[in-house]
């Protein structure tokens, strides 16, 4: 770990250097695919909350080693289609930095709590009729949703303080018949959720 910057006598200053430090070399394992989303969120909470070296230490140990994707390997852009059908991508999956997505008869949800993404913002737009648009992201990204909703709604309900440092998520909609949402919700959240789902069947 490089050391520049750290001269300072004042141990205030190092800390804070040494946080911001951290905190760059775990957006860049997001880049890399490294980390998930939702893992640099905890891990960049436990950064800023740490008291001393050792703790920041501790939150940035144990992320798996691998170079840097190639520029030309990077997704830039990525297209997805929902006709006649839903559209639904989670997981440990790629995201462009620019994401659009059409719909027709169909909904899309984009769930980027353990997506890797791209470094700097997360641009995604929704063109839809007749469907419903919905993003899930971690408590604490910055998030904005702007556009356009006819016979529809739209709403952001995000929890939490944006984090230093995290990817901004942008999200367009322009939805005919159709909700926007975008939503935080923990990976806890969503399996109770899924339990009381399937009980509610059984």
Known sequence: ??????????????????????????????????????????RADAVAAATSDSEI???????????????????????????????RRAGSWRVGSETVVYSVFGNAVLDL???????????????????DSRVIVPDGVEVTNEGITVF???RTDVRGDPRPGTPRVVVRHYLLFGDSRVVSE?????????????????
């Not at 760059?24 to 980390?35: E, F, K, Y």
Request: charged fraction near 30%; proline fraction near 4%; glycine fraction near 8%.
């Open 113 to 131: 709590r353990a997506a890797r993404l791209e470094p700097g913002d997360v641009e995604i737009t929704f063109f839809g009729i007749f469907g």
């Open 152 to 154: 529809g709604d739209h």
């Open 1 to 42: 770990m490089s050391l520049a910057g750290w001269e300072n006598d004042d141990p205030r200053t190092r800390l804070v250097a040494h946080r911001d430090e951290v905190i760059r070399d775990l957006l860049r394992a997001v880049g890399d695919g490294r980390l998930s989303f939702a893992e640099y969120c905890d």
């Open 57 to 87: 230490d501790s939150a940035h140990a144990g992320i798996p080693a691998g170079a840097t994707a190639p520029t030309d390997t990077q997704v830039q852009s990525r297209t997805l289609l929902a006709l006649f059908g839903d559209v």
């Open 186 to 202: 923990s990976s806890t959240e969503h399996w109770l959720a899924r339990l009381r789902k399937k009980l509610d069947r059984d």
